[in-house]
């Protein structure tokens, strides 16, 4: 099955000025010019192949490909414990809160601030119940000061 790719114009002139008209084969990137793959980048968690459905899996994407690292590590380690009891209502409150900014969710979550009402539902709970317990593990774990 041929799939065809809509590109906008300027692709073509990008993929001109990369490479000559006369399509010699020392302008184009070799395969060992190219750097390979990395693996652990592309291979997909092992709790994604728990996820119920398919936009289970989406949400858990969306949380792990946030604005900030950290946002992915939390919400992506969050999303690999919870996503796969959620039922369709939690799943709408947690894609609802992945619409929010980084800022005003850690400002909820970390900092302890009122979420909005729209905001202010059992997912919500789920959330700093978890920042709670990673901080005490945190804590629990760091070596004593001397």
């Avoid at 060992?32 to 990395?38: E, G, L, R």
């Avoid at 693996?39 to 946030?66: G, S």
């Avoid at 919870?82 to 609802?96: C, I, K, P, V, Y």
């Amino acid at each position: 099955m041929a799939v065809e790719l809509l590109l906008p114009d300027y692709v073509d002139d990008l993929f001109a000025r990369a490479w000559p008209a006369d399509n010699s084969d020392a302008a184009r990137p070799s395969e060992t010019t190219m750097p390979p793959a990395n693996p652990e980048f592309l291979a997909v968690p092992a709790a994604t192949k728990d996820l119920p459905d398919i936009r289970a899996r989406e949400l858990w994407f969306r949380a792990c490909h946030r604005s900030t690292p950290e946002t992915e590590q939390f919400l992506g380690s969050f999303a690999e414990v919870h996503l796969t009891n959620f039922d369709s209502t939690q799943l709408d409150r947690f894609e609802a809160l992945l619409e929010c900014t980084d800022s005003e969710f850690f400002a909820w979550i970390i900092d302890g601030g009122a979420p909005p009402p729209q905001h202010d539902h059992d997912v919500m709970h789920l959330l700093r119940d978890f920042s709670r317990r990673r901080q005490r593990n945190a804590r629990a774990t760091r070596p004593q000061d001397r």
